[in-house]
């Protein structure tokens, strides 16, 4: 069975893009520019609803649909749910009562507070790719059998770092 890491990298300052790499039994398989800012302003505010994505660890429970979400948004792709397991993501859920955090796509937005210094708008505290990145994630997850036969599906583990 195939395991799967998303490795994401951001930068201290959120209003920068950081990166997302996917990585199969140990091996690089792709990399994306991310987005893990939320809409809490400036400073750490991970620990509060709708901060910047927690650092920590977390496991990717399946790949979501996009039916009845908002497409502008969330992306005509789909999500990928995220449920913490350790470091700052588990605090943020537990004390912060942080939930429902995704890695989705949506429309990159004007410049702004909600789109930061690069390509990508801000959300409410989850990770936010281009339409055509979650796209081709949705692609690679599909062909390690995340989301066709639940019984093969492969490990998916996620770490968010700061750097």
């Not at 799967?4 to 091996?27: A, K």
């Not at 350790?86 to 789109?115: D, K, M, N, V």
């Not at 081709?136 to 390690?144: G, M, T, V, Y």
């Amino acid at each position: 069975m195939a395991h799967v890491h998303l490795r994401v990298l951001f930068p201290r300052n959120r209003n920068r893009t950081g990166v997302l790499r996917v990585e199969q039994d140990g091996r690089i398989i792709a990399e994306f520019a991310a987005l893990g800012r939320g809409n809490r302003g400036q400073g750490d505010t991970s620990l509060l609803n709708e901060g910047n994505t927690p650092t920590g660890i977390y496991t990717a429970t399946g790949l979501e649909s996009a039916a009845g979400r908002d497409l502008k948004k969330y992306g005509p792709w789909g999500a990928v749910r995220l449920k913490p397991v350790g470091g700052q993501a588990l605090l943020a859920e537990r004390i912060g009562h942080r939930s429902g955090l995704l890695i989705h796509g949506g429309s990159l937005g004007s410049t702004g507070y909600w789109r930061g210094e690069g390509a990508l708008r801000a959300t409410h505290g989850c990770i936010r790719l281009s339409n055509e990145d979650i796209r081709r994630l949705k692609q690679i997850f599909e062909d390690a059998s995340l989301g066709k036969d639940k019984c093969a599906a492969p490990t998916v583990t996620v770490s968010v770092e700061e750097h």
